[in-house]
């Protein structure tokens, strides 16, 4: 080879290598800038789903934007709008797996999910102030504008803003909204009354929070329901409600009594950060703090105006007291208007969304809850907020008959039945020896049964373990109204009380009244007075039912309230005094074969706080020394008998 061959191939060589260098380098420096494969703003395809979704911050006068969600559906032209407020998040409402259709979108989680799939309604769904997606401050169930609330805002304003909005900025509607939602939606609902839009053409408020001390979530007649503590927990520690209360024992029971007072299981969870944990503590008796926000007081002061559904759960284990309240207080105040109806149906709490063919062992004979949704709710709905409206066919009340299992249309509330009935009252005597007797009562004014209450040892308001957590948990909370009550009755610190076997039926409509003559060795304590229903000893096609016991009714009153609910006083230790408190309305037959009980005890654990029995100023804080027990007597004979006055229904 040559040296100027060697030399020429040696320089390729070279600069071969050289180009391979250059290539490596660019292709580093490429690495570096290789573009992205995600879209600065990817648009989805929706041109086959059957709605539209919008997502919206809509203003209120304040400045504060409110987290909205919209669904309308395809092509709608003159559609009504159904809007519900809730803290409990917007986009947690709607199902989180992506479907083209509306109808897997809202589910059958909506109480409105017919009306929104089948009757074209445009469906809004907005977080309240101070939560989730939207701006501003949240204050638990935030007073009206007044003494509670110094602010130019609250719920009422939130909505007619909202409807403001709505009803200018969605051309596919026709210019009429409805509101409706269940619990706190309920209450958000409710306010929605207190000077309405002009748009707001009806409201469907449900098992609604309207008076947090009489008997909705927080307070039974004074006597503190301690899982209050978890929900003020999850709603206030974060705008999200993202942290999740702990516990220290799969048994509530446990967790509770060894948590001691209520003000100590709330320093144990550094509930002393949220502001609404520290107004309750300080307002135990119904004071004005109580009483001016009360919603019933509120609408009866100032009448309503826009047309009103209000729904109400014969077996809510939470907002039993609300509806009611609110139909009484309208009653009582004015001639009812023809515009106000009442449904009362037989389930728990929010179960008008689900199926309502049962509550654990007691069964209807039809999905009552379908009924409601499709009979009841969508006529009303379709009347108030339709061009074209049909009749509603409904009557001003609708009331689900227990024990027959059917549906009642009935001119008001309690009637009892359509046509030929009146109601009588009837007291239903206790007598010696666990006996029970209806219209006249026996023996000496000094008869009396007593038992020993010990807050060591509280009476379990479900068999134990009790565990409200997971699916199970979940499902015992919502049953433990009707549950069987033959647990309870086998204590000693329980006391029953039993009617012969009935040869006819017995129906009441109507809110029982407890009138209790119980003296105490202590100077403080609670009184639980359950009416129950008890099946025959053998039922042939239910063997499971022989001798069921069945709540129809039960409540609690705190005996420092006897005589004033806002001005508590000691009771004078054994001495006689009365507890007169009512039950919550019932509709039932108790049907003949069956036996009519009373209940009595002083704890109902844990869903109330204990009552250490001595009178201390404030129970929130009670300490450990000051829980002790009491000797109890309840009078049952004579003059002195204690009863409960039955509205029985007679033709």
């Known amino acids: 080879m040559?040296?100027?061959?060697?030399?020429?191939?040696?320089?390729?060589?070279?600069?071969?290598?050289?180009?391979?260098?250059?290539?490596?380098?660019?292709?580093?420096?490429?690495?570096?800038?290789?573009?992205?494969?995600?879209?600065?703003?990817?648009?989805?395809?929706?041109?086959?789903?059957?709605?539209?979704?919008?997502?919206?911050?809509?203003?209120?006068?304040?400045?504060?934007?409110?987290?909205?969600?919209?669904?309308?559906p395809k092509g709608a032209h003159r559609a009504p709008i159904l809007l519900s407020r809730t803290p409990y998040g917007a986009t947690e409402r709607i199902a989180q797996n992506s479907s083209a259709h509306l109808s897997a979108l809202i589910g059958s989680s909506d109480v409105a999910d017919d009306a929104v799939v089948s009757g074209g309604y445009i469906r809004v769904m907005q977080d309240v102030r101070g939560k989730h997606g939207s701006e501003g401050d949240y204050v638990m169930n935030r007073p009206l504008r007044g003494p509670l609330n110094p602010t130019d805002v609250d719920h009422a304003t939130d909505t007619y803003d909202t409807i403001d909005w709505l009803v200018k900025n969605l051309p596919e509607s026709n210019g009429k909204v409805g509101i409706l939602g269940i619990s706190y939606d309920g209450f958000t609902s409710l306010t929605a009354l207190v000077n309405p839009h002009p748009a707001l053409r009806a409201a469907v408020p449900i098992n609604a929070m309207v008076d947090g001390w009489r008997g909705d979530d927080w307070f039974h007649n004074g006597a503190f329901r301690l899982d209050s503590l978890t929900y003020f927990h999850g709603q206030e520690s974060t705008r999200g409600s993202d942290v999740a209360w702990w516990t220290s024992y799969y048994d509530d029971y446990e967790t509770w009594l060894n948590a001691g007072s209520a003000s100590n299981m709330a320093r144990l969870h550094g509930l002393e950060q949220v502001g609404f944990t520290d107004k309750v503590m300080n307002h135990p008796a119904y004071d004005a703090f109580w009483q001016d926000q009360a919603l019933d007081k509120i609408l009866a002061k100032q009448g309503v105006s826009v047309p009103v559904m209000l729904v109400h759960s014969l077996w809510d284990q939470e907002d039993m007291y609300g509806n009611i309240a609110v139909y009484k207080a309208l009653k009582a105040s004015q001639p009812l208007s023809p515009n106000v109806y009442l449904v009362i149906g037989p389930w728990f709490h929010h179960q008008e969304r689900l199926d309502g063919s049962a509550i654990g062992s007691i069964r209807f004979g039809s999905d009552t809850a379908q009924y409601f949704r499709q009979h009841i709710l969508r006529p009303f709905l379709d009347h108030y907020l339709k061009d074209d409206p049909a009749p509603t066919g409904l009557s001003p009340v609708t009331a689900f008959e227990t024990g027959t299992n059917r549906w009642l249309s009935l001119p008001t509330w309690p009637s009892g039945c359509e046509t030929g009935c009146s109601i009588a009252h009837k007291n239903l005597y206790l007598q010696s020896r666990g006996n029970l007797r209806l219209g006249s009562s026996s023996g000496s004014a000094s008869d009396a049964e007593s038992y020993v209450s010990d807050p060591a040892k509280p009476v379990p308001y479900t068999p134990r373990p009790i565990h409200i957590g997971g699916d199970d948990g979940e499902t015992n909370w919502q049953t433990w109204l009707v549950g069987d009550q033959r647990d309870a009755a086998s204590r000693t610190d329980v006391l029953s009380f039993t009617t012969p076997v009935l040869s006819e039926p017995v129906k009441i409509s109507g809110e029982p009244m407890v009138n209790l003559n119980a003296s105490t060795s202590g100077t403080d304590g609670d009184f639980v007075v359950k009416l129950i229903d008890v099946y025959p000893d053998e039922v042939g096609r239910e063997p499971k039912m022989g001798g069921y016991q069945l709540m129809v009714a039960a409540d609690i009153l705190r005996g420092r309230y006897r005589e004033s609910f806002s001005a508590p006083k000691a009771i004078p230790a054994d001495q006689k005094q009365l507890y007169r408190f009512a039950l919550p309305t019932a509709n039932h037959v108790f049907l003949p074969g069956h036996r009519i009980m009373v209940q009595v005890q002083s704890s109902w654990f844990p869903v109330y706080d204990r009552n250490p029995q001595s009178y201390v100023d404030n129970i929130f804080f009670a300490r450990p020394d000051d829980y002790k027990k009491a000797t109890i007597k309840i009078f049952d004979g004579g003059t002195s008998a204690s009863f409960v006055d039955l509205p029985i229904v007679s033709r």
């Not at 390729?12 to 992205?36: E, H, K, R, W, Y």
């Open 2 to 72: 040559s040296g100027n061959l060697v030399r020429r191939r040696c320089s390729l060589l070279l600069a071969g290598l050289s180009c391979l260098s250059i290539a490596a380098s660019m292709s580093a420096g490429a690495a570096d800038t290789l573009p992205s494969e995600i879209p600065a703003a990817f648009v989805p395809r929706v041109d086959s789903y059957d709605y539209v979704k919008r997502e919206v911050k809509i203003p209120m006068r304040d400045g504060v934007k409110l987290q909205t969600i919209i669904l309308i």
